[in-house]
């Protein structure tokens, strides 16, 4: 039975702002490595700015610029955030696949605690 190439949803787009993908993006290659690491610096990234978002947003005092600033700058993390979920969802095991309604280590003989 022939396998269908799967295909990793990368953190970046073309030069004409369509999604790139890599097909059997399995671990340890040079792009694949790539693609880790720019998710992780994006998901850095979002952390923080939310920060910065908080103590802008805490203070009732601050200007229209840098509040507006701040929306555009979450914005902007938020779609890095939503690209990452969605790429590593589309990893995840199909449902059911070997999936079992036993609770962790039940099928070990273990009692769940």
Do not use: H, I
């Not at 920060?51 to 600033?69: F, M, T």
Request: proline share 8%; with cysteine.
């Amino acid at each position: 039975m022939e396998s269908t190439p799967s295909l990793r949803l990368l953190p970046w787009s073309s030069s004409q702002g369509k999604p790139c993908f890599l097909v059997n993006g399995g671990e340890g290659g040079y792009v694949s490595r790539l693609a880790d690491e720019t998710e992780a610096r994006q998901l850095a990234d979002g952390l923080e700015t939310l920060g910065r978002a908080r103590r802008v947003l805490d203070d009732p005092l601050s200007p229209n610029v840098e509040v507006r600033y701040t929306a555009v700058r979450l914005a902007e993390c938020l779609a890095d955030a939503l690209r990452v979920a969605e790429s590593r969802g589309r990893r995840l095991p199909s449902p059911g696949a070997g999936v079992t309604d036993e609770p962790c280590g039940a099928a070990d003989g273990e009692q769940p605690r």
